[in-house]
């Protein structure tokens, strides 16, 4: 595991997922403001559509997301190739390289975020790429695991799965917001559960010992997880939109003469 830990992928993924969210919803509500000058005096609407990474406010940051994207994976990649290099055990170096290949495909990612018009859709591909290596990494890290670090674990890949496919249905609907928002949710669901994943692996606690059915426990905090996120998500929804769309026109009544 490189100097980002698991609280470190926790955090990024949290920091990302809520940035996606804020975004999608901002670039919805703004396309259900009616437009003053419609054709023939009709009003029309913005149309949505999705993009693989968005743009800050400020022209002078319009790159930011993938500029972070690209740093920080390179800054976790080195740190692994360094520690794999100063380790004399085989194993632990292919450990090393293993979890750096993942941080490589996530800076591939916000390589192509930077010129997103070189070809059709290749930031999305890139994306996904990176959200199936990292499943992929998730899957094979199993190997000499005991039963409840690989309980925890299996769930966090079905997540970054969903993942994966919810950012491929949102490359092939981008008119459409709720493929985004399963992007946003899986990306926060992920940070959640990696901040669990290190709580139960490295502070175990007595509970594990107390509760014999640790399996069923892990499922139900999962399902904790699930729904707190989800209930995240729909306040995030409801603020948004408060902020996006103005309140409508009241005029006051008029009195009698």
């Keep these: 595991m490189s100097c980002l830990g698991y609280a470190g992928r926790a955090a990024c993924l949290l920091l990302l997922g809520t940035w996606w969210t804020y975004r999608v919803l901002c670039r919805y509500f703004l396309g259900q403001e009616k437009d003053e000058d419609g054709f023939e005096g009709e009003k029309c609407r913005h149309k949505y559509r999705s993009t693989a ?10 790159h930011l997301e993938a500029m972070l994207k690209v740093l920080v994976p390179l800054f976790a990649l080195t740190d692994e190739l360094i520690s794999g290099w100063a380790e004399s055990s085989i194993h632990s170096g292919v450990d090393h390289a293993h979890h750096g290949m993942t941080y490589f495909f996530f800076m591939l990612s916000g390589l192509a975020d930077l010129n997103p018009t070189f070809l059709p859709d290749l930031d999305y591909v890139t994306l996904i790429l990176a959200t199936v290596m990292h499943a992929f990494s998730i899957f094979y890290d199993l190997h000499g695991r005991n039963s409840l670090d690989s309980e925890v674990h299996m769930m966090l890949f079905y997540v970054v799965v969903a993942c994966a496919v919810s950012t491929a249905l949102e490359m092939c609907y981008k008119n459409n917001v709720l493929p985004a928002l399963c992007r946003s949710y899986f990306t926060l669901l992920q940070g959640t559960w990696y901040y669990q994943v290190w709580r139960l692996t490295s ?4 509970e594990w010992e107390i509760y014999s059915p640790s399996q069923q426990l892990v499922s139900l905090l999962f399902t904790w997880h699930v729904a707190g996120v989800f209930f995240l998500v729909m306040v995030c929804v409801a603020c948004v939109r408060r902020s996006s769309i103005p309140e409508p026109f009241l005029p006051s009544k008029i009195l009698p003469r």
């Design 203 to 206: 502070h175990p606690g007595e």
């Design 53 to 62: 990474s968005f743009s800050c406010a400020r022209r002078s940051w319009d």
